[in-house]
């Protein structure tokens, strides 16, 4: 058996045995699968500040939520880490990336649908900002959709610091990688319910299968997607707002 | 113009490693046990460790060409390692209530002309002192 033939075969067991990998759907399903789990969010895009003429009103979505499968008692991403041991059947993922598929487009903004593992799930990133120091889990039901609500990010800019400046820009794009390196900030994201001014949720799911998401705060694990760190809601911010001793609390709803 | 650099003795980023005109900066949180610094330390440098360098590559036909490419890649890229490595430090000791310090001069020199595993001693203690030795810096 030849090595493609060989990954084909692991991916149909993957699949044969439940584990087969998450998708984001580009439609409603006719019927929610009994055995599957759907996720529900709310992406506002960012006006573009560049007014020229023919120039897109909105930015495009670029970087979205990293969910990942966690291991609330080894407190770990699933297989990985502290908790390599309870690693998932062979050719399943327990991290399921940003895709830009929404399921509904209104400007000002997309809405996801995912179909999942009926799990424990964390908020792993956003982007490649990884909120290993503090982040929310939430349980995903077979055969329901969780509403995750509308998410927003931001740069968390530490005290004094901020975006490149225009001059500095200029200077990057003559002098390349030999230019003064333009300082860098974590993400960070804030969830809020959805409300009457948002994007209804999509016609064809059950209103009665739809439940709004419960989070549980105080998520912790290791650095997986390779970039810089932070608590979800902005270990900067909150030094900032002075309530640096305050524990990981999710938002208020 | 001084530039600046974290000291992680966990990382092994030591003073000695460090340009001459280099300031020493470390992380301090008053009265706290060498223990507890180690462990902050410790986890902090262990979120460090998982940045990855953004991979930049160019397809070229010329074999010198792509040396070129590979050799300057690889060099730019450990700086944009060592700095995204820098700030999640930062980010990970500014969670645990450490600030940053700009160590005073007479304090650089000492540690300049220790030993190496002393160093490390030094810095740990220096961490957890009641007062910082040097200037304050933003977290």
Not at chain 1, 64 to 75: F, K, N, P, S
């Amino acid at each position: 058996m030849n090595r493609t033939t060989a990954a084909v075969a692991a991916m149909i067991g993957a699949s044969l045995a439940g584990e087969a990998s998450a998708e984001a759907l580009k439609k409603v399903p006719p019927a929610l699968n009994p055995g599957k789990a759907y996720v529900l969010v709310e992406y506002p895009l960012q006006r573009n500040p560049i007014k020229f003429p023919g120039s897109r009103t909105y930015i495009p979505l670029m970087d979205g939520l990293v969910l990942a499968r966690y291991d609330t008692e080894l407190r770990d991403v699933r297989g990985l880490g502290k908790a390599k041991a309870r690693a998932l059947p062979k050719g399943a993922s327990p991290v399921e990336p940003f895709r830009n598929r929404p399921v509904a487009a209104v400007p000002p903004s997309r809405m996801m649908l995912l179909e999942l593992e009926p799990d424990t799930w964390v908020v792993q990133g956003w982007g490649t900002t990884s909120f290993s120091l503090g982040s929310y889990t939430f349980t995903l039901e077979p055969g329901t959709v969780t509403d995750l609500g509308v998410v927003s990010s931001a740069a968390d800019w530490a005290q004094g610091e901020g975006p490149a400046k225009a001059g500095d820009v200029i200077a990057a794009a003559f002098l390349g990688p030999f230019a003064k390196r333009p300082k860098v900030a974590p993400a960070r994201v804030s969830f809020r319910p959805r409300t009457t001014q948002d994007m209804p949720i999509p016609a064809g799911i059950p209103s009665d299968r739809v439940k709004p998401v419960q989070f549980t705060p105080g998520a912790e694990f290791g650095n997986y997607l390779g970039g810089l760190v932070n608590r979800i809601e902005g270990v900067n911010a909150r030094l900032k707002a002075g309530t640096g001793e305050t524990p990981s609390a999710p938002p208020q709803k | 113009m001084r530039t600046s650099v974290l000291v992680s003795a966990s990382l092994g980023w030591l003073l000695v490693a460090t340009p001459a005109s280099a300031t020493l900066i470390y992380f301090h949180k008053p009265d706290t046990p060498a223990e507890t610094v180690t462990s902050d330390h410790g986890r902090c440098a262990e979120l460090a460790a998982g940045v990855r360098a953004p991979r930049h590559q160019i397809y070229t036909p010329d074999i010198y060409s792509a040396a070129a490419v590979a050799f300057f890649s690889g060099l730019f890229g450990s700086r944009e390692r060592r700095l995204l490595a820098e700030n999640v430090m930062r980010t990970c000791m500014a969670d645990r209530g450490y600030r940053r310090v700009e160590a005073s001069r007479d304090l650089e020199k000492e540690l300049r002309d220790l030993p190496k595993d002393d160093r490390l001693q030094r810095l740990l203690t220096l961490s957890g002192t009641a007062e910082p030795d040097g200037k304050v810096l933003t977290p």
